[in-house]
C-alpha cells in the first residue's frame, strides 16, 4: 500500500526523521542513521561542518545528499534575525537548498521555542523562498498561525529536548492534526520506543529525533527499534484499535458448544 509521508510535494516511505548530533564519531552517526531508515536528517548549522571549515572532516561525507535529503536546522537560535541568517548560511553552502528546520529557543536552560520570534523568522523565511519545517510548542492556535504564514510541516514538542519525558499533552497534539492541512511530526522529548509508537498511534504524521537514539546505551540499536516502533505506530492508526471500555460483557472465545456443569 501506498503510504508515504509527503513534504513540500516529496515523496518519504519512513516517517522517522534523525538528527546526526551527539554520537561518539562519525562511524556511530552513519550507523545509526542506516539502521533507523530514516530519509531525512537533520544537521545544525553551527555544530556541523557542511563545508564553512574546509579540510575539516564533513558530515557529508558520511551522509551524502545523493542518499540523505538534509535538513538544515537553527539549533542555538535565540532570535529570529539569527535563525533567519543561520539558513541562508545553509542555503548557499547546499547550492540553494530550501527545505530547512526553523527552531528560535527561549531560553538555553529549558530550551523552550521563543514562538513570537518563531512566526517573526518563518514570515522572512517563507517569503524568501524557503520550504519551512517549524519546531513550535504544542499550543494548537500558534500550531495554525504557522501554517497559514506558509510553514510545510508543524513540529510541536512531545516534552523538552533532550528530556525523554514523552508525550506529556496528547490532546494538544490531537487538536493541532485535527485542524493542520501540512504534515504534523512530533519534535523533542521522545525518549524510547514506545513514546515513538504512541506519537504514531495518535496520527501524528511522523517523529523527528536526535537524542532518544544518539543518548542510548546502545545508539545502533535504539535506532533499529525506533524504526520498528514507527512503522508499528502508523500501522495501529490505520487498523484502528477496538474501543477502551471498562470491561466486555462479550467474550472473545465462542460459547457455543460448551458443556454446562451438572454440579447441583
Known amino acids: 500500500m501506498d503510504d508515504n509521508l509527503i513534504i513540500a510535494g516529496k515523496k518519504y516511505s519512513s516517517r522517522l526523521l534523525v538528527g546526526t548530533g551527539k554520537y561518539k564519531d562519525f562511524n556511530e552517526t552513519r550507523a545509526a542513521v542506516e539502521a533507523s531508515g530514516a530519509e531525512i536528517i537533520t544537521i545544525a548549522i ?20 545523493s542518499k540523505y535529503t538534509l535538513l538544515p536546522n537553527t539549533a542555538g537560535c535565540y532570535s529570529a534575525d539569527d535563525a533567519v541568517r543561520t539558513l541562508r548560511l545553509a542555503r548557499e553552502l547546499l547550492d540553494g537548498h530550501s527545505l530547512v528546520k526553523l527552531e528560535v529557543l527561549g531560553d538555553p536552560q529549558s530550551l523552550y521555542p521563543n514562538v513570537i520570534e518563531t512566526i517573526a523568522a518563518a514570515k ?6 524557503f520550504q519551512v519545517m517549524v519546531y513550535t510548542s504544542d499550543d494548537p492556535i500558534v500550531a495554525k498561525q504557522l501554517e497559514d504564514i506558509g510553514c510545510v510541516a508543524i513540529m510541536p514538542l512531545a516534552s523538552l529536548i533532550g528530556s525523554g519525558m514523552g508525550i506529556l499533552n496528547p490532546w494538544n497534539l490531537q487538536l493541532i492534526m485535527e485542524r493542520a492541512q501540512v504534515p504534523v511530526i512530533v519534535d523533542a522529548g521522545v525518549g524510547t520506543a514506545s513514546d515513538a509508537a504512541i506519537a504514531m498511534e495518535l496520527g501524528c504524521d511522523g517523529v523527528l529525533m536526535n537524542t532518544a537514539i544518539a543518548g542510548a546505551q546502545l545508539p545502533v540499536l535504539m535506532a533499529s527499534a525506533m524504526r520498528q516502533a514507527v512503522e508499528a505506530g502508523r500501522s495501529a492508526y490505520k487498523a484502528g484499535r477496538m474501543p477502551k471500555k471498562l470491561y466486555s460483557a462479550s467474550p472473545s472465545s465462542p460459547t457455543a458448544g460448551i458443556i454446562a456443569s451438572t454440579r447441583g
Request: aromatic fraction near 0%; glycine fraction near 12%; hydrophobic fraction near 30%.
Open 46 to 65: 553551527r555544530r556541523s561542518n557542511i563545508g564553512q571549515n574546509p579540510g575539516e572532516p564533513s558530515l557529508l561525507e558520511i551522509l551524502p545528499p
Open 124 to 129: 522572512t523565511l517563507v517569503a524568501d523562498g
